[in-house]
């Protein structure tokens, strides 16, 4: 297979990506949808996933490559990669990637303006980091999914959006970056510690300034943000449906009351004794029409209202077809890549990166011959 074109304001940019799961290989999408050129490492076997590999979208717009890192030459091979790359991405247990011999030491002893990018759930340091954790743990320390969900309730878990994608995924790929710049302006690479508490802690900082300031109280269901104020949250229609508000600013709330037949509450809005009354008569309107009764209601308004949809109807959406927020390409439909960029277009170009597939057009394209060893 010919090497595609890159496109992207990351175009030339050259990154190594150590096959794991979850946040690690969604940041490596995210720099190939940019236009880097991501080689994804798989080991022999696959990362163990219960996905067939056609299917698993993380690994679009990159090539893959079949390196056994316990193997006696593994380890060089990889290195090899690493002297001709701009960004290393691992997301290993802190020390495994040394054992392996593929660690930042190693590897910049090679290109001493490599960015090695480490994604954990615990970080390289503190008492948790060696155990083992998933997205609900390191959202549940740091206090962020104890603000989710009805007060007297178990907070609901999230999907793994919150810590492995938001507080992981894009920490490190902000993190990388940001490295890579400074090791273009002064030659020397450095170590990103990327850890999802962190991240996850970070996207919380406007929440502990309100807290601080006794605007936010530290409990579920209580706040404006949180469920706990009756014109920013969910309501259920009458065909089991749902409706989201999200009527904060006083304009958006009167237009809201009007079209939803309540104008009696306007001065129910800053009265959080009365928060009660207005939430069971904003439920009880939302109860007599369908979903899509309402949002015919409200389309064309400012009351911040939207009906809420499932993962296969979101594509269809007006707004999002017309932006194409959504694409297929060979056959799925997926997130379009993301942001936009008006002189450096990004797009789908391939599909996931099947195990080894590209080994022969890598080993061309980044001049390591070695990589091919076993093949002919």
């Not at 979850?22 to 994804?40: E, S």
């Not at 390289?124 to 320390?141: C, E, S």
């Amino acid at each position: 297979m010919a090497k595609t074109p890159a496109h992207g304001p990351l175009t030339g940019v050259r990154v190594v990506e150590l096959a794991g799961i979850g946040p690690g290989p969604f940041a490596a999408m995210l720099l190939a949808d940019l236009g880097a050129d991501v080689v994804r490492v798989d080991r022999p076997g696959g990362p163990g996933l219960a996905i067939d590999p056609a299917f698993d979208v993380t690994n679009r717009n990159k090539r893959s490559v079949v390196v056994d890192l316990k193997a006696p030459d593994g380890p060089a091979r990889v290195l090899d990669l690493v002297a001709r790359a701009d960004i290393l991405i691992e997301g290993y247990r802190p020390g495994v990637a040394e054992r392996l011999g593929v660690g930042p030491e190693a590897c910049r002893a090679r290109n001493a303006r490599l960015v090695y990018g480490r994604m954990t759930g615990w970080g390289q340091d503190g008492p948790l980091a060696p155990r083992a954790g998933h997205d609900i743990g390191y959202i549940a320390v740091t206090g962020a999914l104890g603000m989710i969900g009805a007060p007297g309730e178990p907070p609901p878990a999230p999907a793994n959006l919150l810590g492995d994608y938001a507080g992981g995924s894009l920490y490190l790929v902000v993190g990388v970056l940001a490295a890579l710049h400074h090791a273009r302006a002064t030659g020397t690479g450095q170590t990103v510690d990327a850890a999802i508490v962190d991240g996850t802690a970070h996207l919380s900082a406007m929440i502990h300034g309100m807290l601080a300031a006794g605007g936010w109280q530290d409990r579920r269901g209580a706040n404006l943000l949180d469920g706990g104020c009756p014109y920013y949250g969910t309501y259920e229609t009458a065909d089991g449906a749902y409706m989201a508000v999200g009527a904060l600013e006083p304009r958006f709330y009167e237009e809201f009351l009007h079209l939803l037949g309540i104008e009696g509450h306007t001065d129910t809005r800053r009265d959080f004794t009365r928060w009660g009354e207005l939430r069971e008569a904003v439920a009880a309107r939302f109860l007599t029409r369908t979903r899509d009764e309402w949002t015919a209601v409200f389309e064309g308004s400012d009351a911040c209202v939207a009906p809420v949809l499932t993962l296969r109807e979101a594509p269809g959406h007006p707004h999002l077809a017309a932006r194409g927020t959504f694409t297929d390409h060979d056959g799925i439909t997926q997130p379009a890549p993301a942001p936009r960029f008006s002189a450096t277009p990004t797009a789908v170009r391939t599909g996931p990166a099947l195990p080894g597939a590209d080994t022969a057009d890598v080993a061309r394209d980044w001049d390591v011959p070695e990589l091919t060893k076993g093949l002919e």
